[in-house]
């Protein structure tokens, strides 16, 4: 019988039979997916200093201690309801919030569902490795809190799944434990998702830019509708914040110790590699990669899928209630596009451009913490910059992909692509030389790989050399 100590939530799930008998099926399997698909040689005997969710309370919603991984208590909450909550956008706006998924957006609002699911187990699958590699015990907690996260996050869409979509949803619960990120016959359903993440550079570059495509997306089903989905998304962001700090604070470490390597050279950049340091072009090449990547994920730039969720009120822009206009029926949205050969400005209807919004927002987002990062650089007194690349650049899904553009926005021939690609795409040799300088563990507590700098403090206030991770004999 499954119970709440088990399974921490505000659901109600002692008195919801039907729940409990759905979940009595799923968490058995779910834990079968977390021993083999999770973190790699940290499951049996290792205890971490983890955070958990134990209520929704703005002070106090996490628990922390010591903890298994297996043994994490994995817990269904959503935000707190608001009292007579109305649509907030979309030709219903102003209608009752929705309690029940209605027969006419079923459809739609399971696979934004499925969609969003799909994404959270499978960055625990791409990171399984990374524990073996890590440059501190600070560091390798981390990562595990992201993990258990993402599994929690895998429960909120279970959840939903079970609660309001009876049997398709219970078969959708199933096949998000059956698909795998990277495999041949039942890969993630997202690209970005499907690759492996080997290296902690890569590591903290996708809770940088891919995490805050997550935070996109979440902020945007915060607005929707459908009241569980949207108070189920709220909570979600509050730990999303931490694997954005993880990733931001992640880099501006390695960029600090980048600095005090490079100042050791007389600030020439490549040194910075013979001193087992990450140089600055790598470190930009990697940013060119998964910032653009993760530009991907917020869709086509004019999409009547992405139109169609925002009328019937099943998604919203970020922040919905700081625009204005809450139903834009005829309004327009600048983009740039490339016809002809020609860059040129084209008015697309502004619900048709819902992708574009979000996305410009997310890049608002991203340029604040590069603001940071480069404040590090200043701080060192160095001149480089690290920045965005241009949005056109480095595309695989909308309509820039089928052209070829340099960071800086300018359409470049296949052939000139091709001979420069090297210098802006992340190549063998970088991946390489990243594995070289990863290959031995630091298990030793305050003790902190060459090529990263300690973080200014520790979790929950514990000093930074706690034994953030135990092994146990
Ligand atoms: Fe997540
Ligand atoms: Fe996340």
Request: charged share 25%; hydrophobic share 35%.
């Amino acid at each position: 019988m499954i119970s709440s100590e088990q399974i921490p939530n505000n659901v109600d799930l002692a008195s919801n039979k039907r729940l409990q008998r759905a979940l009595e099926h799923w968490q058995p399997r779910y834990l079968d997916w977390w021993r083999e698909m999770g973190p790699q040689d940290f499951q049996d005997h290792h205890q971490v200093y983890l955070r958990t969710a134990i209520s929704v309370d703005a002070d106090g919603w996490a628990h922390f201690d010591f903890v298994k991984l297996p043994e994490y208590r994995w817990g269904i909450f959503l935000a707190e309801p608001v009292k007579d909550r109305v649509i907030g956008h979309g030709d219903l706006m102003g209608k009752p919030a929705w309690q029940e998924v209605p027969g006419e957006f079923r459809n739609q609002l399971r696979r934004l569902i499925v969609t969003q699911g799909d994404t959270e187990p499978a960055s625990v699958e791409q990171q399984r490795k990374l524990g073996s590699k890590c440059p501190s015990l600070y560091d390798l907690r981390n990562l595990f809190q992201v993990n258990v996260e993402e599994g929690r996050h895998l429960w909120s869409m279970a959840y939903l799944l079970h609660s309001y979509f009876g049997r398709d949803g219970r078969d959708e619960a199933e096949d998000l434990l059956a698909r795998t990120s990277g495999n041949a016959d039942k890969p993630r359903i997202l690209e970005a998702f499907n690759e492996p993440i080997d290296n902690w550079l890569d590591f903290f570059m996708f809770t940088m830019f891919t995490d805050r495509d997550g935070k996109s997306q979440l902020m945007s089903l915060s607005e929707s509708a459908l009241d569980p989905l949207a108070r189920t998304t709220r909570f979600m962001l509050t730990e999303e914040a931490h694997h954005m700090f993880v990733g931001e604070t992640g880099m501006s470490r390695i960029i600090e110790r980048t600095c005090q390597l490079m100042k050791a050279a007389g600030g020439v950049a490549e040194d910075v590699r013979r001193q087992g340091g990450i140089d600055l072009p790598m470190i930009q090449r990697h940013l060119n990669f998964w910032f653009s990547r993760s530009l991907d994920l917020h869709g086509s730039e004019i999409s009547s899928n992405a139109a169609s969720y925002f009328s019937n009120g099943l998604k919203g822009r970020a922040r919905e209630e700081t625009f204005q206009d809450h139903t834009v029926v005829d309004t327009y949205y600048d983009m740039e596009v490339f016809e002809g050969g020609q860059l040129r400005r084209q008015e697309v209807l502004m619900r048709k451009a819902m992708n574009e919004v979000l996305r410009d927002w997310y890049v608002g987002d991203c340029q604040a913490g590069l603001d940071r990062w480069n404040k590090v650089l200043e701080n060192y007194g160095l001149s480089d910059r690290l920045y965005l690349p241009d949005k056109k650049f480095g595309r695989g899904i909308g309509i820039y992909s089928e052209f070829h553009f340099t960071p800086q926005g300018e359409s470049i021939s296949a052939e000139q692509w091709e001979r420069k690609r090297q210098e802006w795409l992340p190549s063998v040799e970088d991946k390489e030389y990243l594995l070289s300088i990863m290959v031995e563990p630091i298990f030793e507590p305050g003790v902190f790989a060459n090529y990263i700098a300690p973080p200014r403090r520790g979790i929950n206030r514990l000093p930074v050399n706690h034994e953030y991770v135990r092994t146990e004999a």
